[in-house]
């Protein structure tokens, strides 16, 4: 991208990964750092464009592992979020620490009366080309509940 004086602004919308599920814990000597493999217990989030991308907030919130119905109570546990240079995630020296939420125990029923709650993370940062973000969690989310996780931002 050229350097320009003009301010810049996204150009396109970039809502992240669609069904960005986790529900199992990362292992702890991995829950530091990052470098657990992609699976049930870390999702890839994000992934800036071409030109590099901004990132607005995440969103996370209860929902049930794919194919399930979302019934029972969760564990308490910690979102934790790392921002990845775009190489292997698996060496800790790609990833630094971005952010995390702290989700409560919850009661999750698929047929409630009332909505879940939404945990919201403003960031407001600049990323370069091709940088992601990764989540994982800290604790089991429990049964066949997970977590589900938006990042909102846009590619320049």
């Known amino acids: 991208m050229p350097v320009t004086a003009t ?10 990964a669609m ?7 990362m292992t702890n000597t991995k829950a ?4 657990e493999t992609v699976g049930t217990a870390l999702a890839l989030a994000f992934t800036a464009g071409s030109n590099g991308a901004r990132i607005d907030t ?25 921002l990845n240079n775009g190489a292997a995630n698996t060496t800790a020296t790609n990833n630094k620490f971005l952010c995390e939420i702290a989700m409560p ?13 939404e945990y919201i993370k403003t960031l407001g ?3 370069p080309a091709g940088y992601r973000v990764y989540v994982g969690s ?5 049964g066949v509940l997970a977590f589900l996780t938006d990042v909102t931002g846009g590619d320049y």
């Not at 069904?19 to 814990?25: K, R």
């Not at 800290?138 to 429990?142: L, P, Q, R, S, Y």
């Open 19 to 25: 069904n960005c599920i986790v529900s199992t814990a």
């Open 105 to 117: 125990a919850q009661a999750v029923t698929a047929l409630a009366t009332g909505a879940l709650p």
């Open 7 to 16: 301010p810049i602004f996204p150009q396109t919308p970039n809502q992240g």
């Open 138 to 142: 800290t604790v089991a989310a429990g």
């Open 32 to 35: 530091m750092d990052g470098t």
């Open 58 to 82: 995440i969103t996370t919130r209860y929902t049930a592992t794919n194919g399930s119905t979302a019934t029972g109570t969760s564990a308490a546990t910690v979102l934790r979020f790392w």
């Open 125 to 127: 940062i600049s990323v």
